[in-house]
T-cell receptor, first 113, second 116 residues
Framework: AQSVAQPEDQVNVAEGNPLTVKCTYS??????LFWYVQYPNRGLQFLLK??????LVKGSYGFEAEFNKSQTSFHLKKPSALVSDSALYFC???????????FGRGTSLIVHP | GAGVSQSPSNKVTEKGKDVELRCDPI?????LYWYRQSLGQGLEFLIY????????KSGLPSDRFSAERTGGSVSTLTIQRTQQEDSAVYLC??????????????FGPGTRLTVT
């Protein structure tokens, strides 16, 4: 079985400050982890993924995520937030034996000018 | 190159009518997924197609929902006798063959279905 949790429905941050969007997961095997972003009235766009190797994964638009096996977390981070980063962010997990990822409920990121 | 396209972008229908939603995946992508997105509910998996294999229909919420994929490309999601609870955004995604490799998904813009 696989599951993913995004404990925050909404994250507020001031422009220029660092941001973190949290994600925790549960899988029976090795996890494949993904972050997607959804802008208003658009489909989801891929940001980054973790397969294996380095725990720090770098992705699009300056985002990065840190895989922590002991804490079963894959938090999304960015050193300096932009107003244009305001969107809905989804974490997804796929067990190595599954073809279908499970998505979290999403976290709304609001970056204030 | 062209991304995943979906049509129509919006659909308003009366309760009890049938609707068809269309998805054109990225050329060469053999995996295709349908999801339903309701406000505050995240993405609900509906059905998964992989090449010529039998689809994984485990996410379909009732027998009113069905989907097909013709020629390994275009897919149609059909909802019969629509109910108000079917109102949602229906998203289609495609990816390269999954196999054991975790390819990312490419999503279409969605079809917003409203059942009145």
């Amino acid at each position: 079985a696989q599951s993913v949790a995004q404990p925050e429905d909404q994250v507020n941050v001031a422009e220029g400050n660092p941001l973190t969007v949290k994600c925790t997961y549960s899988v029976s095997g090795n996890p494949y982890l993904f972050w997607y972003v959804q802008y208003p009235n658009r489909g989801l766009q891929f940001l980054l993924k973790y397969i294996t190797g380095d725990n720090l994964v770098k992705g699009s638009y300056g985002f990065e995520a840190e895989f922590n096996k002991s804490q079963t977390s894959f938090h999304l981070k960015k050193p300096s937030a932009l107003v244009s980063d305001s969107a809905l962010y989804f974490c997804a997990v796929r067990d190595g034996g599954s073809y279908i990822p499970t998505f979290g409920r999403g976290t709304s990121l609001i970056v204030h000018p | 190159g062209a991304g995943v396209s979906q049509s129509p972008s919006n659909k308003v229908t009366e309760k009890g009518k049938d609707v068809e939603l269309r998805c054109d995946p990225i050329s060469g992508h053999t995996a295709l997924y349908w999801y339903r997105q309701s406000l505050g509910q995240g993405l609900e998996f509906l059905i998964y197609f992989q090449g010529n294999s039998a689809p994984d229909k485990s996410g379909l919420p009732s027998d009113r929902f069905s989907a097909e994929r013709t020629g390994g490309s275009v897919s149609t999601l059909t909802i019969q006798r629509t109910q108000q609870e079917d109102s949602a955004v229906y998203l289609c995604a495609s990816s390269l063959s999954t196999g054991t490799l975790p390819y990312e998904q490419y999503f279409g813009p969605g079809t917003r279905l409203t059942v009145t």
